[in-house]
């Protein structure tokens, strides 16, 4: 399958008319609109995964669709059909969607980074913008001052992304497999560019051989982790989840009422409830707080001279402190032997008569 073309493998996975049963941002639909709301591509452990609101469909770069205030009702609500009754029980243990929420621009990483939804529930997903400053102090590419759009990248030069340090290390983890085993792993989307390089998991010396170089990957001796650095400054999002079961049972006949109107195709169960196959999702920004973690040098130039001076300072006068006190016991022993010694010792006896 790591071989077959991307269009191919879509009608493999779940279709996006069938499983999308309702969406709105903001309160407008974006069901209708795929082609300027969403994006695809084929996960090697998902299938189908769609993109909303990447800001770029088909190498184009379209006007990003923002939010104005906060709340759930200004943000993305979707309604979704799993469609579990299709499932393969041998390679579907789980039951439910995956959901990744990153920049836009970014590859989506959504077994690495992404959260799990289940069937039957309305999760509600309030984001915060947390947006973090890196330093370079030495020029030692600590990290990327400017990011730059390598074509080497397998995910640049598939889906046309920006530049992470996940999407650059897991090239680089390919590139290593490609250049020590003369394949690479099926996960790799790379597997579009060489069909032909593809390992097999029933050749035993290429299984070995990826096993090595997974192992030196991990001990970070492939030089991944140094070439591929975050970048100096990167825009992420604290996510907060709540759940709330969904339909309830006293929604269900009105949904279902609801469902037949706007989406035909929907399956309803013969047992009467569809919580095994729907959930709704909900995300949306809890405030337009942005938290920004500014990294920089704990001990800077100015502050060691600072202490050096204070230091020196500090032990020069403990030193003439010393020195005075030492002078001043002399004195003082001095005085008192002077005192003793012209002082004339008398002695009072009581008188009798």
């Given at each position: 399958?790591?071989?077959?073309?991307?269009?191919?493998?879509?009608?493999?996975?779940?279709?996006?008319?069938?499983?999308?049963?309702?969406?709105?941002?903001?309160?407008?639909?974006?069901?209708?609109?795929?082609?300027?709301?969403?994006?695809?591509?084929?996960?090697?452990?998902?299938?189908?995964?769609?993109?909303?609101?990447?800001?770029?469909?088909?190498?184009?770069?379209?006007?990003?669709?923002?939010?104005?205030?906060?709340?759930?009702?200004?943000?993305?609500?979707?309604?979704?059909?799993?469609?579990?009754?299709?499932?393969?029980?041998?390679?579907?243990?789980?039951?439910?969607?995956?959901?990744?929420?990153?920049?836009?621009?970014?590859?989506?990483?959504?077994?690495?980074?992404?959260?799990?939804?289940?069937?039957?529930?309305?999760?509600?997903?309030?984001?915060?913008?947390?947006?973090?400053?890196?330093?370079?102090?030495?020029?030692?590419?600590?990290?990327?001052?400017?990011?730059?759009?390598?074509?080497?990248?397998?995910?640049?030069?598939?889906?046309?992304v920006s530049y992470s340090s996940t999407a650059c290390k897991e090239s680089c983890l390919?590139?290593?497999?490609?250049?020590?085993?003369?394949?690479?792993?099926?996960?790799?989307?790379?597997?579009?560019?060489?069909?032909?390089?593809?390992?097999?998991?029933?050749?035993?010396?290429?299984?070995?051989?990826?096993?090595?170089?997974?192992?030196?990957?991990?001990?970070?001796?492939?030089?991944?982790?140094?070439?591929?650095?975050?970048?100096?400054?990167?825009?992420?999002?604290?996510?907060?989840?709540?759940?709330?079961?969904?339909?309830?049972?006293?929604?269900?006949?009105?949904?279902?009422?609801?469902?037949?109107?706007?989406?035909?195709?929907?399956?309803?169960?013969?047992?009467?409830?569809?919580?095994?196959?729907?959930?709704?999702?909900?995300?949306?920004?809890?405030?337009?707080?942005?938290?920004?973690?500014?990294?920089?040098?704990?001990?800077?130039?100015?502050?060691?001279?600072?202490?050096?001076?204070?230091?020196?300072?500090?032990?020069?006068?403990?030193?003439?402190?010393?020195?005075?006190?030492?002078?001043?016991?002399?004195?003082?022993?001095?005085?008192?032997?002077?005192?003793?010694?012209?002082?004339?010792?008398?002695?009072?006896?009581?008188?009798?008569?």
């Amino acid at each position: 399958m790591a071989g077959k073309d991307a269009s191919l493998l879509s009608l493999l996975g779940h279709n996006f008319d069938e499983m999308l049963l309702s969406c709105t941002f903001r309160g407008m639909s974006c069901r209708n609109y795929t082609e300027w709301f969403w994006t695809t591509f084929w996960h090697y452990k998902y299938g189908n995964c769609f993109v909303f609101n990447s800001g770029e469909v088909d190498g184009v770069k379209v006007y990003p669709l923002k939010s104005n205030n906060p709340g759930p009702s200004q943000g993305l609500n979707l309604e979704i059909n799993i469609d579990q009754d299709n499932y393969n029980g041998r390679l579907t243990p789980e039951a439910g969607i995956r959901v990744d929420i990153s920049a836009q621009g970014e590859m989506p990483f959504p077994l690495e980074r992404g959260v799990s939804l289940a069937p039957g529930y309305a999760t509600m997903i309030g984001l915060r913008k947390i947006v973090k400053e890196r330093k370079d102090p030495f020029n030692n590419k600590r990290c990327l001052d400017t990011v730059y759009r390598d074509e080497n990248n397998f995910y640049t030069r598939l889906f046309n992304v920006s530049y992470s340090s996940t999407a650059c290390k897991e090239s680089c983890l390919a590139y290593n497999q490609l250049a020590k085993c003369g394949c690479i792993e099926y996960r790799f989307p790379a597997g579009q560019l060489y069909t032909d390089f593809i390992c097999s998991v029933t050749d035993i010396a290429q299984v070995i051989c990826i096993d090595e170089v997974q192992k030196l990957f991990k001990d970070n001796k492939l030089n991944c982790t140094k070439s591929c650095p975050p970048p100096c400054r990167m825009e992420e999002f604290k996510k907060s989840s709540s759940f709330a079961i969904w339909p309830s049972e006293k929604y269900e006949p009105f949904f279902e009422e609801s469902i037949s109107k706007k989406n035909k195709k929907f399956q309803f169960t013969k047992s009467g409830s569809h919580r095994k196959n729907v959930l709704k999702l909900q995300v949306f920004f809890e405030d337009f707080d942005v938290d920004v973690i500014t990294e920089q040098r704990s001990y800077e130039l100015v502050a060691f001279v600072s202490d050096i001076g204070g230091q020196l300072g500090l032990w020069i006068g403990f030193s003439v402190l010393t020195v005075a006190e030492f002078l001043e016991l002399v004195m003082l022993l001095c005085h008192l032997a002077v005192k003793k010694c012209t002082t004339k010792r008398t002695s009072v006896r009581p008188f009798q008569e």
